[in-house]
């Protein structure tokens, strides 16, 4: 097969089971792992072989479906119990993205509706929540992409961290949406990705998902942002979030927030394309964001090689906090916030 042709399908439902591309083996190999329960989903979750908010929060709701379907001829408190572990589970599986939290919220909330009612009914009830999860995560990242992409001149020279696309989604992507929208509207973009260290995400996946769309990209080393700004080499930023405060502070892959200082110091556009599950309107600022704090051994080396000595001492915060002031606007899927506020954020949800 071309390898240009693969279509991108982050997670797909099999009735029985949920699959996962498998986005560590990216971009050598493009293989699915299938998960078969709650406790399987987390694990998929924690070891980042589904990753990106939404496809966290998407992958967390079928988690749920998967339970249900697990726990079909149970009843009672056997199966309230058998509920509460896979919630606790999947709850655990990362902090940072809210949007995990935020499906998991809705489908307890179907639970609570159809709690009474057999087992068989329990599951379609909790797959039919996870399936329109997933289809309305599609939808938004569209009309995200329909009014970011005014925001994108033609011949626009996007640079982006991470990987905020079709992978990091249940499709378009929402950064990546406003790149693939643009470019559905006729403006000749082009993509400047940063590797996006320690995990690689914009080397790995953002290339490669670049490369699958025709949409010419450049890969850089996070460290070359400043520099490309500096000789007038980028024209806009456009990012992804995993947790956006109710004062606009923003929560992004690591490397986000000198992203912004820089954009800032060089008068160039930053924008974060957000769809409203991602905004925690119960955290005033980004200050109560909690940072996820990833194993030492992503950096101090990659898939099994270490190249840092013995002993040396590592952090590995996985995401940063850009304050509102450094965000020229938000993109979410009702529309375009410039200089996003509380006051901005509050009408948004009106
Ligand atoms: O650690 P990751 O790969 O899950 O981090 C992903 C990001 O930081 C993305 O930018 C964010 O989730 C937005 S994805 C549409």
Known sequence: M??????????????????????????????????????????????????????????????????ALRQRDARGPSRDAAFERAFATLQASRPTAVNLFWALARMKSVL????????????????????????????????????????????????????????????????????????????????????TRPFLQGARLTAWEML????????VTDGMAGHLMSRGKVDIVIVGADRVAANGDV??????????????RHGIPFYVAAPLSTV????????????????PSEVTGFRGERWAP???????????VTPASLVTA??????VVRAPSRDALRALFD
Not at 118 to 143: C, F, H, K, S, W
Not at 212 to 219: A, H, M, N, S
Not at 251 to 264: E, R, S
Request: glycine content about 8%; some cysteine.
């Open 112 to 195: 609570s509706t159809v709690r009474d009612r057999d087992g068989p009914e329990v599951a379609a009830a909790l797959t039919a929540e996870a399936q329109r999860i997933l289809a309305e995560d599609l939808e938004v990242n569209r009309a995200m992409g329909r009014h970011g992409a005014e925001l994108v001149a033609d011949g626009a020279r996007i640079m982006t961290h991470c990987n905020a696309g079709a992978l990091a989604t249940a499709g378009h992507g929402t950064a990546l949406g406003v790149v693939r929208s643009a470019r559905d509207a006729g403006k000749r973009v082009s993509v400047v990705a940063n590797e």
């Open 310 to 320: 013995e002993g040396v001492s590592v952090v590995n915060p996985a995401f940063d």
């Open 2 to 67: 071309d390898a240009l042709a693969v279509r991108v399908e982050t997670l797909r439902w099999r009735g029985d089971r949920l699959e996962l591309i498998d986005q560590r083996a990216l971009p050598q190999r493009l293989e699915y792992v299938a998960c078969s329960d709650a406790a399987e989903t987390a694990a998929a979750i924690s070891a980042m072989v589904v990753r990106g908010a939404p496809a966290i929060g998407c992958a967390a709701a079928f988690g749920v479906a998967l339970e």
């Open 251 to 264: 929560a992004n892959k690591i490397g986000t927030y000198p992203l912004a200082v820089l954009a800032a």
């Open 330 to 335: 938000l993109i979410t899927e009702r529309g």
């Open 280 to 295: 925690d309107r119960a955290i005033p600022d980004g200050s109560g964001i909690p940072i996820e704090e990833r194993d």
């Open 212 to 219: 699958q769309e025709r949409i010419p990209v450049t890969l």
